[in-house]
Every structure is written in structure tokens, then in C-alpha cells.
């Protein structure tokens, strides 16, 4: 039996391990994923008119195989039984079941990509966050130490990740073809293209000019919560033009959600300080992805001119402020305020211009696709026993576009800090997952840096694998002689490297941010 399995695996699969060794570069076979033995069980099960000799009909096949186990791992969750779950267990089902509806999704949109370089870079930024879906939903039970509850999930801990994974690096391969096959066009005029040009305006304008709906807490606007107009707004827009909410100033008390389906909102606030969201939601009985006090779902989301913070303090540990999983999200001069774990980047294409990030440990951290150029960092005072890591960056595939970018931006003491410096350690970042990505280039880095520049996260685990580079940064804390010698540490000397990671060539800004009209620099 397992002679013919083998003969019948030949005949299929040789003709194609044989085409991509002739055309070098190219994944045309299970034999080159990263994990051929999972590609053999499902990839081989399509209809043979899906496996032709070409790298795309095989991108196709792999895409499918894993939608297909996507949508099966969403029933599974929706139908458990939770009578074994207590309270704590049920909230991390609870972000299973939106993460793997919103995988899902991202699996429809991913196999639908056109085969050209936007559509392939699509698809390689839908696929990273379908796989950083699945790592959050085990995460919420890992933080509730309830590890034993994923035994629940057996199915999805082995074949959707390792399915993810080479839907991962056939779609790299093929983006890489594709991309050879055409020239990047760039746009002028300082903004990346994703951004239309009354989205431009807008960004551009004295206060509020244009908006569709306001918040005032003073009962002079139409609502006079955050939350009650961006429900408003799926009733009040029509079409899908960009839906402007205009929060004047105050202080709103309110944890903000921004569904999936609420696409192409912009909230304007009076500016930094001025217009105020702020809640204490902490890992003290929520996951850390619900304890958001602004959270987006929904594309091309931008927001300007206002504060978010999360005031549960130190002491409480994991505390976001913003989460964003929104593709294509503007932040400007915007201003983000916690402890640990203040800006949330979960996942997709970000850009944060002209902000403040305040907080203690890991506080800018996720597995988006980040840049943040022009930003003041803000270490705060830990607790006594506390270091100081500014990221933790949470790449888990080597494939996965993601990453951690400060681009001409300053770091630098709060306040509260700035007067006993001396006694605490502070770090631009350790590696939260194995493949963890973070760059500082052309930023200030202030004396509170310490000399080796990088903290371990647990042991030698991921030193070897991660990368994190630095590139002409300057101020007192900037040197590298004493930084670590991590194999995967890097000083970047070659510009050609550290183009690699600017606003064009990182985050295709040039392809988006423009329509924003948020300013920006696309090269170093």
C-alpha cells in the first residue's frame, strides 16, 4: 500500500519538483515548502486540473487547501462545547472565534489577488495576519495559563499553521516573479498613493472642515460619545466614501471599537491633549487583545489630532491603548499613553507620522507591517524591579512581511523618568517570536539607551533568527560599539540595506499614503 501511495505521489509531484529545480527560484512542489509533509496530505487531494506544471496554478492549490482547513477550524470553534470553559476560557474562545471569521476573510481575499505586484504584496500582508490570527488565539489562553484548554484545538495547532506557513513562502516566490515582470511605480508630491486626494485635504485642513457627524461632550455636536457615532455612521454613510467623525475637545471615558465592516472612517480631534480617549480595561481579567481603548478592524482607517490612553497603570501589566488590524491606517499627530504594551500594531499596513508613544515595556509591539517616521518615543518610570523595552516585535514566520520600522524619529525619557534615569535599564527592543523584526534608522536615541542596545527576551531564543538593525542613528545612546553580538543582530552600513525598510520599499507607501495627504519621506 504504501508502495503505490508513493507511486501514485511520483507521478503527480515529479514532473513538478523536476520544473522547479529548471526554473530556479520558483516553488512548484511540496518537496520546497517549508513543510512538504502537510503539502503532501492536503495539496495532493486537489483535482489534478489545479496542479499543472505552473508556480501560480500550485500558489492557487495551496491557497484553497488552506482555506478550506480555515473555514473548518471557524466551525470547529463556533460549535465547541464551552461547558468545560470558566470565565476566563470563554473570553479566549471569544477572540478564537472573531480571529478565525476574520482569517477566513483574509483567505477569500488572499486567494482572489490578482498576479500583479500589488495584488501578490496584498496577499503576502492578508496571509501574514491570517497567521498572526492564529497565534493570538492561542495566546489569550497562554496568558490565562490555561494551556491545557488548547487540547480543544489539536486540529488547528498542527495543520492550519504549517498550511499557512507554505501558503507564505509559495506567495513570496511568486510576488518576487512578478515583481521582476514590472516596474514599482512611485509617486511625487510627498505622499504615498493609497491615499486619496480628499482624504489628503482632510488630513491637511485647519480643524475640521469636512465631516459628516460630530461629538461633543458639551451636547453642542450630535453625539456626544465616540462610540454612538461610528455606530451611527453604518446607517448615516452612503456608498463607501470616507465617513469623517469630528470629536471636539474633552475627555470621552469610553473603550472605541471600530468593526471589520466600518471601512474607510477618518476622526478628526481638536489635537494632541485636546480631544482625550482614554479607559483601564488590563490583562486583570481580559485578554491582552481586548484590553484596547481604541481598537480598529476596519480598513483604511485614519486618525489625526487626538489622544488615547490606557490609565490601568503599571501595576496591571498589559494595557493597550490602540490596537489596529486595519489595512492601509493613517495615524497623525496623534498621541498614545500607557505602561506596557501601549500601541497594539497587531496586523496589516500601518503609518503613524508626527505621534507621541508613552510607555514601559514592550509598549510598541505586534506583527503589522510598521512604520513610524517623524515620532517622539516617550520611555516612562517602570515598577522598581522593571527594564524598559520600547518593542517586541512578533514575527513567527521567516516569510511573514511584517516588522518594527523608526524611521527619523527621537527617542527619549518621560518626564517621570528623565530624573532617575540612571536606575533603570532601557532597551530599543527584545524578540517576543522567533523570527521578531525591528530597525531604527536615522532616529535620536537619548543617553537612557543602554550600550548593548537589545534585551534577551528568554535565553538564547531567537538571538540567531530574529533581525534587528540600526542605521545613522545619532544622539548619546545611539553608538553600537557595545551593542550585542546576536547573530541576528545588524549595524547597517549599506544603504541599499536600509532602503529596504523605508516607507516605499517597506510598507509600499508610495502605493497608498498619498491619497491620506499625511506627509512623509518614501527614502531614507
Known sequence: MARLVMLAFLSVYLPLLFLGVVHGGRITSCSQTPYPGICNSFVRTQPQATLDKTQFAFRESNLRVTLNQAEKAYRLVSAMDLRPFNKQAKLAWADCLELYEDTVSLLNQSLSSHSTPTGMADAQT?????????????????????????????????????????????????????????????????????????????????????????????????????????????????GTDRFVIYVKAGIYRENVMIEKSMKNLMVIGDGIGSTIVTGNTNSNGATTFRTATFAVWGNNFIARDMTVKNTAGPENYQAVALRSGSDFSVFYRCSFIGYQDTLYAYSQRQFYRDCEIYGTIDFIFGNAVTVLQNCNIFVRKPLSNQKNTITAQGRTDP??????????????????????????????????????????????????????GWLPFNGDFALSTLYYGEYMNTGAGAGTSGRVTWPGYHVITSATEAAKFTVGNFLDGDSWIPGTGVPFSSTL
Open 126 to 238: 492578508w496571509l501574514s495576519a491570517a497567521m498572526t490570527n492564529h497565534q493570538t488565539c492561542q495566546n489569550g489562553f497562554i496568558e490565562f495559563n490555561l494551556t491545557s484548554h488548547l487540547q480543544f484545538f489539536p486540529f488547528m495547532l498542527s495543520s492550519l499553521s504549517k498550511l499557512l506557513s507554505n501558503s507564505l513562502a509559495v506567495n513570496k516566490v511568486a510576488a518576487l516573479s512578478v515583481k521582476q515582470r514590472h516596474n514599482r511605480r512611485l509617486l511625487a508630491n510627498g505622499f504615498p498613493g493609497w491615499v486619496s486626494a480628499a482624504d489628503r485635504k482632510l488630513l491637511q485642513s485647519s480643524g475640521a472642515a469636512s465631516y459628516d457627524v460630530v461629538v461633543a461632550q458639551d451636547g453642542t455636536g450630535d453625539y456626544t460619545t465616540i462610540s454612538e457615532a461610528v455606530s451611527a455612521s453604518a446607517t448615516l454613510r452612503t
Open 399 to 452: 516569510n511573514q512581511n511584517t516588522g518594527i520600522v523608526v524611521h527619523n524619529s527621537r527617542v527619549t525619557a518621560a518626564s517621570d523618568l528623565k530624573p532617575v534615569q540612571s536606575s533603570f535599564k532601557s532597551y530599543l527592543g527584545r524578540p517576543y517570536k522567533m523570527y521578531s523584526r525591528t530597525v531604527f534608522m536615522k532616529s535620536s536615541l537619548d543617553s537612557l539607551i543602554d550600550p548593548a
